[in-house]
């Protein structure tokens, strides 16, 4: 059982490159979402979707894209890459939140340690 | 919009010893589900422990548990006979039952255990 796969752990980029971080999960999951992880500040949104088809964006979403075109996948792009993107990053599946259900946890990739040189 | 708030950015303790990780978290709401996530330093997120607004009774697995107060919007992670492997990075995150369902974390407290 994979979970969420995401790829790849290391990147370095160079100031106005663009990248694709790659999402995927099994579990059949309605909910996916992007994290970016920042020393004393936790995790914070980046974008999320309730769904295939459907994206919002989250609290920290500038210079960044995502899509959703099937369940499974969630990529994360970055348009035009700034030294501020230098974060690690996490992918994240659920499902969806309904009163009564116990099993609302996130499920979370190995992360995506991203420098922005 | 909700928010959690983790006032300890570190806490130490002996192995053995019990310690307890703060979390208070602001909501309007009333359906809501709260976790406490462990990060060590391979970087994963696990899941800790989870708790559902609508129970009363506080959850436990094995040596961790939650004192969650509903009123006060607090959830409190104890973790008793503290082990070697309990260190590392330990967030609290808040998530609706409805609308976006984001999930709020709190800014993370660094779990340091003694031998």
């Known amino acids: 059982n994979a979970g969420v796969t995401q790829t790849p752990k290391f990147q370095v980029l160079k100031t106005g490159q663009s990248m694709t971080l790659q999402c995927a999960q099994d579990?059949?999951?309605?909910?996916m979402s992007w994290y970016r992880q920042d020393p004393g500040m936790g995790l914070r949104l980046i974008h999320y979707s309730v769904g295939a088809g459907i994206t919002d964006q989250g609290e920290v979403p500038n210079g960044y894209n995502v899509s959703r075109s099937t369940t499974e996948d969630f990529p994360l792009r970055l348009l035009s890459a700034a030294p501020s993107q230098t974060s690690v990053y996490f992918c994240?599946?659920?499902?969806?939140?309904?009163?009564?259900?116990?099993?609302?946890?996130?499920?979370f990739g190995q992360g995506t340690r991203l420098t922005v040189v | 919009a909700q928010t959690v708030t983790q006032s300890q950015p570190e806490m130490s303790v002996q192995e053995a010893e019990t310690v307890t990780l703060s979390c208070t978290y602001d909501?309007?709401?009333?359906?809501?589900?709260l976790f406490w996530y462990k990060q060590p330093p391979s970087r994963q997120m696990i899941l800790v422990i989870r708790?559902?607004?609508?129970?009363?009774q506080n959850a436990t697995e094995n040596r961790f548990s939650v004192n969650f107060q509903k009123a006060a919007k607090s959830f409190s992670l104890k973790i008793s006979d503290s082990q070697l492997g309990d260190a590392a990075m330990y967030f609290c995150?808040?998530?609706?039952?409805?609308?976006?369902?984001?999930?709020?974390f709190g800014q993370g407290t660094r779990l340091t255990i003694n031998p």
């Open positions: 994240a599946s659920s499902r969806t939140a309904s009163l009564g259900y116990t099993d609302t946890e996130a499920f």
């Open positions: 909501t309007s709401e009333s359906d809501y589900y």
């Open positions: 579990m059949n999951h309605e909910y």
């Open positions: 708790q559902e607004a609508y129970k009363q």
């Open positions: 995150a808040y998530r609706s039952a409805g609308g976006a369902q984001k999930l709020v």
